[in-house]
């Protein structure tokens, strides 16, 4: 980071209020810390028969390693972290904003730091897909790299479906409180039970929505300090690690808290009950040690690296696969062979592999980071279903975009996406339109 990211960082640590939650700031950047370094150690590229590029997953490759997933597959805390922000913002919105406008301005405020950066992410990528296209120097690592660096839009995607219905579930929260997850998680078990014990054809599909928003829920509980009663933790911790264990072993479910390549059913896509109770067991585990880190956040210099962290978090989780493929592309452009997938050369090349991924991101997000600085959001005058309606593009152009990648734009290339086919030039419109709906904002950095 240069003089004055430090600077600000600095400043921004000191004026932190004591009354601020500076756990959920750390865990928001490490569990997307840890999403980057697990990408970073899965990915397996090899070069296969007559020169072939070949990317696969470390955790195939080696299938022991995949309990690894139980502590790593972190995204689950991020979702709690996403409930208990969206629960703070919008009942601080909802004192000092009209009830017409209310929705609109929740989504600008909560939106405005996501969108931006991933609307420049989105705007490059296609150029450049575009422009690979029509010189026609596609091939090998290059189409493989448009293909793959689109992935972790599925998580924006989610994210944004959590963002848009956090107005009516925080008011059946406050209306219910446990009921609320205790019915999602309800909900989650029987679409299992109808999938795997009925053969109910595509109802796995509503546990995209289901899984995520009972731990999404979970934030809102949170923020009300419910999470905070003696024992509450451990038991939210135990339950889910007790469930996941006797789901995988005597279930349907596989071992990995990740989608692997070809596998018959995954946990991840669609989400199973498996990893809803991994994510009551991270829950859990997070909130027991609350206390002892929490003090430890006090220390100034630490909390000065989360502040510094957190203000480029999704920069660099939007760009780390861009900078993998790159030191990847590298290599070979160098002509430094690249070693069979956990083999001790392989090994051996991690960390350097990792060091050079880590030092590409820092550039990266030197040059976009900008973009991510959170701009002032003043009470709209628009209205509800245009905003609703932004937001809903946007969610299936990112997930469009997660699905179909950068790479056949002019050829139409397309990817099924709930029984729609889209295709990449159309996620990119949906997702412009989107923000146009919602943002009413500039790309441009604040002065």
Known sequence: MDSTSVATAARLAAATPDTRDRYIDL????????????HWLMAAVATGPGGRVEVGNLLAVVPELQLLTWVLQIMPVFFFVGGFAHARSYRSLRGRTGPAQLYSTFLRARLSRLLRPTIVFVLVWGAAALLVQLLGTGGGLIDITLRLVAQPLWFIGIYLAMVACTPPLLKAHERW??????ALLGAAGAVDVLRFALGVPYVEFLN?????LAV?????LRADGRLAVRGVPAALAGC?????VALVTYGPYPLSMVG??????????????????HGLWLVGA??????????????????????AASGIAMTAFLWHLTAMLAVYGALLALGVPLPEPASAVWWAQV??????AALVTSLLVTAFRRFERPVPVAATTGSGPPAALGITLCLLGVLGLSMVGFGGLLEGRTALLIAVEVSAPGAVVMVLVGWALVGRGRLTCPR
Do not use: D, Y
Not at 177 to 182: D, E, I, K, Y
Not at 216 to 220: A, E, K, N, S, V
Not at 240 to 244: D, M, N, P
């Open 27 to 38: 865990l928001r950047v490490a569990s997307l810390g840890a999403v980057v370094l697990g």
């Open 177 to 182: 409180g446990w009921g609320v997850f205790g």
């Open 208 to 212: 995209f929505a289901l899984v995520w």
């Open 216 to 220: 999404h829920q979970l934030g809102f």
């Open 240 to 244: 889910g690690l007790v469930g996941a």
């Open 260 to 277: 692997m390549p070809g596998e018959k059913i995954s946990n991840m896509a669609p989400p199973t009950f498996a990893l809803l109770c």
């Open 286 to 307: 997070v909130e027991l040690v609350r206390r002892p880190v929490g003090a430890w956040l006090r220390r100034p210099r630490v909390w000065r690296g989360v502040v």
């Open 351 to 356: 960390p350097v592999r990792v060091v050079a």
